[in-house]
């Protein structure tokens, strides 16, 4: 060999081994250093002896020509992903997205995720390197640290009877619920229950299905969680290969229960998992194409299940050396026992090649026509109906952007109804001059919404698409349409985008219309929900959402709904991409509820959870619960990464404060001072020797006590001395526990005045009460034994007796855990709640507390109000234990009930723990912070 050639070749083989993306401003010096070497070799290489010596040298000895110009993960980021992934291309999630990841997440999608035909170039260095630059995610750290359920999961694993077992809620994909508890006479009282929080996520995109007690998701990672419907708890977990992004459906046994889930992941296989030994019983690939992926859910229908096959072949051909495009969409059906295929039918014919594109790389055509939704089973007439996506590449195919119909039996197409024709589009289309990109591309009119089955004095497939447009096809006459008409304007995401619903009458229609096409953009939005008669298509009402998005938001917002909505006979439910999920009158559009999820979330598992936009699947009504996920990375959306559940309250019946018990070291004085200062009348008096019968039970241990009980206009307040409590003990302002009662009387007959007379001591600032400027002027007092109370005076009195007990006040560290956990006592929600209470002057002269920042919640308890307040500064703080209720302050609040058995029995199925069951009409309980309550029934 000629020495220049051999050296030549030694060079240029390390060469190839460097990372091929090296970017020009480094390539420069390196092609210097190159040359330099390649002339000293020359030089060098006088005989055959130093020439040997020199490979040898040069083959075992690491020469670092490269180090110098090997690049940071920020430069190869800038390099390989900023463009798509700053906004260029829209199905891209958000750099501030791709922070929430963890390195080997971010690794893991580079070389064998969605974006493994991106991260062939790389090498597994650099690869490294970026993930490393983009994740924020301390991998070190344990993702699920709590939320395990503490019973035996395996009995919880029987006789489980399936509530929701697929996707579109029945075989025809109507999304429509008929027996929900949730309606709109109680819809007010929906109420956060739990959140469970995906770990290591960016989306939560499985839909739940629910059988018996347990709820089945999976995560972004090809996680399975069976989860506890109560409580969110995990009752046990499977790992996939690869992240889950449909719903899992549940197989049955002969009775009926639930006993197997079936699902797809993003590699396209499908598993079968035995749901009481947690076994995998079979798993199988159903597309050897190398980006072929599940995105619509199975459908499993008399031991068959039914496999919609879609892929990202559309994003790997922004690459322009990649060969683009050579998968086709499909339909597969698998025994459900074994996993073995009974038939397989295309959606295109098989690709050929089609040219050379701009680089010099081959085309391959017809392509795509994906199915990413989950398919329709028509039993009646045994077919199966699926909507198609666009073309990948030219040219294009009359099963494109259309409503296939097949046999269950063998697969075969019995007809197809194209809408839009000539639709080729990829991904490389969102750049100028994509190579890939197809001549006269576009629209990408997908119908990602699965057709739905009516009946009615007509049968009728219901199909909505991207385009904004709703089609009504007749499945007897070869799905001649019926009827058509516009819903929005369509665009990227719709348009119609993941999913609508029906009850047989009326067709509810969720529109995006956020981001619009060139061609479109002079068109009107609708983005929002619609209903349509579905005999004609004629409109019944129309909600268009206004926009709500903050100005200056960094993630893509929009008040349009893109995914899919649920429906029961009074309600529809839908959230929207900028957060908010609404629940809207099946009667005329109007929002009858709504929840932001724009906020960080506590969760069941120990995870941190966030809230974010709500797209791909929709809500989950099982009962009075309600399941959905929320946070979704990609189209630049919000992330986010939890499940919550929702659930309306069961009716209590608490109807009133029936008395506050205060302790107190002197009993008469006492008796005289609010007797002279609040009105109130002495109304029975009592002596105990020792604990009675439901005292016992909850294991309270006292001395001897004295009681009177004082009877006011609508409340009372029971005062008690134990034998041998001389101590006085003061709670500060800010203290934790039940803090003062409040009582309301007219100016013209000030309760402040007669406190200060009776030797009360003034908390507040000022020889009078704080005039706050609406009517009420207010002040904090203590009395003789030093415990506070709260006065106000009122200009114009809402009563016309001389006082009024006005609220209870409860002071705590956690204001959230004890307005759940009241929410639930009460069966209602708060009145009201505030939550940045500050930079007020004259509440800092009520408090006597410069600087105040507090946030209250304040609950209608009937006869009075039940005000919680949290300090945040000064900052409440926690009691290390429950304060003894022979010290002196408020001891207890005691709530009257009309039905003490029934009431006791919601609380313990939800979960309240109680100290005691109930003896006579009496039953005792604690709160989250201790605080002791009483449940007590007053008898005929």
């Given at each position: ?649 069961p009716k209590s019946s608490i109807k009133?404060?029936?008395?506050v018990s205060l302790s107190v070291n ?206 945040d500064n000064p900052k409440t703080i ?63």
């Amino acid at each position: 060999m000629n020495q220049k050639l051999a050296i030549r070749y030694i060079i240029t083989t390390y060469l190839a081994r460097c990372p091929s993306n090296i970017h020009s401003e480094g390539f420069k010096p390196l092609a210097m250093d190159i040359g330099r070497l390649f002339n000293l070799a020359i030089n060098f290489l006088k005989t055959p002896i130093k020439y040997i010596f020199f490979v040898i040298i040069l083959l075992s000895f690491k020469i670092d020509i490269f180090s110098k110009n090997t690049l940071t993960g920020e430069e190869i980021y800038k390099t390989n992903c900023s463009f798509c992934h700053n906004g260029a291309v829209k199905e891209a999630p958000k750099f501030e997205s791709l922070q929430l990841l963890s390195s080997n997440a971010i690794i893991k999608t580079l070389t064998s995720g969605v974006m493994k035909v991106q991260g062939a170039s790389l090498s597994p260095k650099d690869r490294k390197l970026v993930a490393e630059f983009i994740s924020k995610i301390d991998t070190q750290k344990p993702q699920i640290i709590a939320g395990t359920c503490d019973f035996n999961d395996k009995k919880s694993a029987k006789n489980l009877a399936v509530k929701v077992s697929n996707w579109g809620m029945n075989l025809s994909n109507q999304r429509f619920v008929n027996d929900a508890q949730i309606n709109a006479r109680n819809v007010g009282n929906l109420t956060l229950k739990w959140a469970f929080a995906f770990p290591e996520a960016t989306r939560a995109r499985s839909q739940p299905t629910v059988a018996g007690n347990t709820l089945f998701t999976a995560s972004q990672h090809g996680v399975i969680y069976a989860l506890d419907t109560k409580t969110g708890c995990v009752r046990w977990t499977f790992q996939a290969e690869d992240e889950i992004r449909s719903a899992i459906s549940i197989g049955t046994d002969k009775n009926g229960n639930a006993n197997r889930l079936y699902f797809g992941d993003f590699k396209a296989n499908v598993y079968a998992l035995d749901i009481q030994t947690r076994k995998l019983l079979w798993k199988k690939k159903i597309d050897s194409h190398e980006v072929a992926t599940i995105t619509g859910s199975l459908v499993l229908h008399q031991s068959r299940l039914y496999i919609p096959v879609s892929s990202t072949e559309v994003i790997s051909a922004y690459n322009p050396k990649y060969q683009c495009c050579t998968f086709r969409g499909s339909v597969v059906a698998l025994d459900a026992e074994d996993g073995s295929q009974i038939w397989k039918t295309y959606t295109t014919e098989e690709p050929k090649p089609q040219g050379i594109n701009a680089k010099g790389t081959q085309n391959f055509g017809p392509s795509g026509a994906p199915v990413w939704s989950s398919p329709t089973i028509d039993l009646k007439r045994g077919l199966l109906y699926v909507g198609t996506g666009e073309n990948y590449t030219q040219p294009t195919s009359e099963n494109s952007d259309a409503i296939i119909a097949m046999n269950l039996s063998d697969g075969q197409i019995k007809w197809v109804r194209q809408t839009v024709g000539k639709d080729a589009w990829n991904a490389a289309c969102t750049m100028p001059n994509g190579a890939n990109c197809p001549e006269n591309f576009g629209p990408d009119f997908d119908f990602g919404a699965p057709p739905i089955l009516v009946s009615g004095q007509q049968d009728l497939v219901l199909a909505g698409q991207k385009s904004g447009m709703i089609y009504a096809l007749n499945p007897d006459k070869n799905g001649e349409i019926v009827w058509q008409t516009r819903a929005g304007r369509g665009g990227i995401m719709g348009g119609i985008h993941w999913g609508m619903a029906s009850n047989n009458q009326t067709l509810y229609v969720p529109v995006n219309d956020r981001e619009a096409y060139e061609a479109d953009k002079h068109k009107p939005a609708f983005p929002g929900l619609h209903a349509f008669d579905v005999a004609d298509g004629k409109l019944q009402w129309s909600m268009v959402e206004k926009n709500r998005c903050p100005e200056g938001i960094k993630w893509a917002c929009g008040s349009g709904l893109s995914a899919a909505i649920t429906a029961t006979p009074e309600l529809v439910f839908g959230g929207a991409l900028d957060g908010i999920l609404h629940a809207y009158s099946t009667q005329d559009g109007k929002i009858l509820w709504e929840f932001d999820a724009n906020k960080e979330f506590t969760s069941v598992n120990g995870v941190k959870g966030n809230g974010g936009a709500f797209d791909s699947s929709g809500p989950v009504i099982v009962g009075n619960q309600l399941f959905v996920n929320s946070g979704y990375a990609k189209f630049n959306e919000k992330a986010g990464n939890v499940l919550l559940c929702f659930e309306t309250l069961p009716k209590s019946s608490i109807k009133s404060i029936s008395h506050v018990s205060l302790s107190v070291n002197d009993l008469d004085k006492s008796v005289q001072f609010y007797e002279k200062v609040t009105g109130l009348k002495e109304a029975s008096k009592t002596e105990i020797k020792k604990p009675i019968s439901v005292e016992q039970l909850a294991g309270f241990q006292h001395h001897n006590r004295k009681a009177v009980m004082m009877k006011g206009n609508n409340g009372q307040l029971e005062l008690i001395h134990f034998e041998g409590n001389n101590q006085l003990s003061v709670m500060p302002v800010q203290g934790s526990g039940i803090t003062h009662v409040c009582y309301q009387s007219p100016a013209t007959n000030s309760i402040y005045e007669k406190a200060k007379a009776n030797g009360a001591t003034v908390v507040s600032r000022g020889n009078s009460p704080v005039n706050r400027g609406f009517g009420i002027q207010y002040a904090y007092i203590r009395d003789a034994n030093n415990i506070m109370l709260e006065v106000e005076q009122l200009d114009k009195p809402k009563f016309t007796e001389d006082n009024w007990i006005g609220h209870v006040a409860i002071v705590t560290h956690d204001i959230d855990r004890l307005v759940e956990f009241y929410t639930q006592l009460f069966g209602n929600k708060p009145i009201n709640r505030v939550d940045n209470i500050k930079n007020n002057p004259k509440l800092d002269d009520i408090a006597n507390i410069d600087s105040l920042k507090l946030r209250g919640a304040w609950f209608n308890v009937g006869n009075m109000l039940l005000e919680i307040w949290q300090f945040d500064n000064p900052k409440t703080i926690a009691n290390a234990k429950p304060i003894p209720f022979t010290q002196t302050g408020y001891q207890k609040i005691a709530f009257g009930v009309e039905n003490l058995e029934e009431d006791y029995k919601r609380l313990i199925e939800n979960g309240v723990n109680f100290l005691s069951k109930p003896i006579g009409n009496e039953v005792y309980l604690r709160d989250p912070d201790g605080n002791l309550l009483m449940l007590i029934e007053k008898k005929e």
